[in-house]
């Protein structure tokens, strides 16, 4: 996991709410990205960012909104508008796509 | 569309014994191709990736895997199967140069059970 933190580690979260996943990386990379992973359905792509101020779509950004204002850090927000939030999220970055992707621990999801 | 398929959704083996798991992807190029680990409520751990050259590539603990570009494979492999190789194995692969578009595609993963 070294280089990549991500926080909390379990999150709560109530139906209707917003909730913001942090993902912070002193690897000095400059791709980020954010999967999620359900159990079956390996690891979808939410969101990724190539560079400060720039993000894309991944396959499945509905419900989720994310910002790059800093090199280290690229949070994501949880908003209301993803039906089905409950799965275990990840956080990643990398050098370049022949240097592979470096993942942070994890944060379970919960919507209670 | 581009993918990565792993075929089998669980492999068990016995302890001391060979093991490999399954990959196989349909994109199009050359790509890269990498071999994850993850323990249960982790991130994934990198294992071994395959950039050029030799078809067989060394990585972590063990681990081995195989390129074959006409089959379109790359199989995960390891001579001597440990109890504590349990885990969940996900392949992946990236896009070089122009068709480069940021993103790792990942296999849905296989469950690898190693038994005493």
């Known amino acids: 996991d070294g280089g990549i933190t991500q926080s909390p580690k379990y999150l709560f979260r109530k139906e209707g709410q917003n909730v913001t996943l942090s993902c912070e990386q002193n690897?000095?990379?400059?791709?980020m990205y954010w999967y999620r992973q359900d159990p079956g359905q390996g690891l979808r792509l939410i969101y990724y960012?190539?560079?400060?101020?720039?993000?894309q779509k991944g396959d499945i950004a509905e419900g989720y909104s994310v910002s790059r204002e800093k090199k280290e850090s690229f949070p994501l927000t949880v908003t209301s508008a993803q039906k089905n939030p409950t799965a275990f999220y990840l956080c990643a970055s990398s050098i370049d796509m022949a240097g592979g992707f470096f993942f942070g621990p994890g944060t379970r999801l919960t919507v209670l | 569309a581009q993918s990565v398929a792993q075929p089998e959704d669980q492999v068990n083996v016995a302890e001391g014994n060979p093991l490999t798991v399954k990959c196989t992807y349909s994109?199009?190029?050359?790509?890269?191709l990498f071999w994850y680990v993850q323990y249960p409520n982790r991130g994934l751990q990198f294992l071994l990736k395959y950039i050029t050259g030799d078809n067989l590539v060394k990585g972590s603990y063990g681990f081995e895997a195989e390129f074959n570009k006409s089959q379109t494979s790359f199989h995960l492999k390891k001579p001597s199967a440990l109890v504590s190789d349990s885990a969940l194995y996900f392949c992946?692969?990236?896009?070089?140069?122009?068709?480069?578009?940021?993103?790792?595609?990942f296999g849905q993963g296989t469950t690898l059970q190693v038994k005493p």
């Open positions: 690897l000095n990379h400059d791709a």
């Open positions: 960012s190539q560079i400060v101020n720039d993000f």
């Open positions: 992946a692969v990236s896009l070089r140069g122009s068709s480069n578009t940021g993103k790792l595609i």
């Open positions: 994109v199009s190029g050359n790509p890269y």
